[in-house]
Structures are given as structure tokens and as C-alpha cells.
């Protein structure tokens, strides 16, 4: 069964750590994978997105790699601020899947000041 | 350009009553996916509809209907409402292209008592 697996459930840093979450999944035959992040009681917003055939994708603090052999890929977020503070959900899409992402149940982040 | 819309935004049912989520989305994909997301889990697919005309179950899809009403629009629904439904219900489109990704609605929070 294909599964996506995060660590840990939850977090609680100070303001300005550097940070990394997890990210794990069952089968390397994947198309791509999604990092999102949800504020609570809103919808999903998707801050990376990673093809299969890339090791990382950057988009300002956040950095996210993929290994697709050891099933696993981690969120990096530099000097985190109060503002960070949301759940944030990794999503597979497996090969063969007809767009339907599995979802991993998310890591809630809380930076304090 | 509103994205996925959904309506309600929140409901209360009693066991055994019926009811409809509405979603539209905007931006012309071609497929859509209702979501369901419960405490401490993922999200995790009810139904999808790959084109307009064509509707399939995900991995939740008991005690659900859906209906792809035309190419904007997508709606579930229960027909004798269980306390298991009660959960935050999201709808989402699909863009096909170089950036892969899913576009989420705001949600849907659903108590059945």
C-alpha cells in the first residue's frame, strides 16, 4: 500500500532555529511531491512542488529535498519566524495513481518569540 | 478569479439527514477531487472526476455520491449522514502542466450529531 509517513507530529522551536521536517514514503515510483502548508480552520496552500527528477526545489526560507531511492524528503526552513506557525503536509504522487495524491498527516509547527 | 470555491462553509446535520457540498472552481481544470480531512490525518480522497462526464472512487468513497454537474463544478453528497462524517471536507482542481499541482477550496466543517 502506498503510504506517506511524517516526523514529528508536532514541533515547538524558538523563533530564529533553523528547522527540518520529514518526510517519508512507501514506493519510489513517484511522479512528484508537494510540500503544503495549512493555517488552521483555512484550505491548503502549496509551497513546493519537486518532479521526480529533481533533488531540491528553494523558494525564499524554504528548501526542500527529495531522495526517491530511500523513500524519504525533508522541508528545511531557515531562521523561522512566528509567522511559520501552521501544519505543514507532505503530499506523493505515485506513478500510476491517475492524480490522486496521498497525503502524509502533517507536522504542526509553533514558533515561539 | 475566485479559484475552488466551496459552500457551505460550515453545517450541522442530524444522523440520517441528507445534504450536498457545493464546489466550482474557475480556472477551467479538467479534474476535480473531494477530500476529507480528520484529526491527527491526512487528507484523504472520497471521489475524483478525471473530465467532465466521468466520476471514480478514492480511498474513502462509502456513504458518499458525487455528481460532475459540468467542467466547473463538483459536488458530494451524503445521503443518510453518519457521526463517522463528521470531518472538514475540501475540494480541489487539478492543472496538468509543467508545475503539477492541486488548487485547494477553503473547506467545508461538518458535525453530525
Known amino acids: 500500500k502506498q503510504e506517506v509517513t511524517q516526523i514529528p507530529a508536532a514541533l515547538s522551536v524558538p523563533e530564529g532555529e533553523n528547522l527540518v521536517l520529514n518526510c517519508s514514503f512507501t514506493?519510489?515510483?513517484?511522479?512528484?511531491l508537494q510540500w503544503f502548508r495549512q493555517d488552521p480552520g483555512k484550505g491548503l496552500t502549496s509551497l513546493l512542488l519537486?518532479?521526480?527528477?529533481?533533488r531540491e526545489q528553494t523558494s525564499g526560507r524554504l528548501n526542500a529535498s527529495l531522495d526517491k531511492s530511500s523513500g524519504r524528503s525533508t522541508l528545511y526552513i531557515a531562521a523561522s519566524q512566528p509567522g511559520d506557525s501552521a501544519t505543514y503536509l507532505c503530499?506523493?504522487?505515485?506513478?500510476?495513481?491517475?492524480?490522486?495524491?496521498?497525503f502524509g498527516a502533517g507536522t504542526r509547527l509553533a514558533v515561539h518569540p | 478569479n475566485a479559484g475552488v470555491t466551496q459552500t457551505p462553509k460550515f453545517q450541522v446535520l442530524k444522523t440520517g439527514q441528507s445534504m450536498t457540498l457545493q464546489c466550482a472552481q474557475d480556472?477551467?481544470?479538467?479534474?476535480m477531487y473531494w477530500y476529507r480531512q480528520d484529526p491527527g490525518m491526512g487528507l484523504r480522497l472520497i471521489y475524483y472526476?478525471?473530465?467532465?462526464?466521468?466520476?471514480d472512487k478514492g480511498e474513502v468513497p462509502n456513504g458518499y455520491n458525487v455528481s460532475r454537474l459540468n467542467k466547473r463544478e463538483f459536488s458530494l453528497r451524503l445521503e443518510s449522514a453518519a457521526p463517522s462524517q463528521t470531518s472538514v471536507y475540501f475540494c480541489?482542481?487539478?492543472?496538468?502542466?509543467?508545475?503539477?499541482?492541486?488548487?485547494f477550496g477553503p473547506g467545508t466543517r461538518l458535525l453530525v450529531l
Open positions: 480556472m477551467n481544470h479538467n479534474s
Open positions: 519537486i518532479q521526480s527528477s529533481q
Open positions: 480541489a482542481s487539478w492543472l496538468a502542466g509543467v508545475r503539477e499541482t492541486q488548487y
Open positions: 514506493d519510489s515510483a513517484i511522479y512528484n
Open positions: 503530499a506523493v504522487l505515485f506513478s500510476g495513481g491517475y492524480n490522486k495524491l496521498i
Open positions: 472526476s478525471a473530465s467532465e462526464g466521468t466520476t
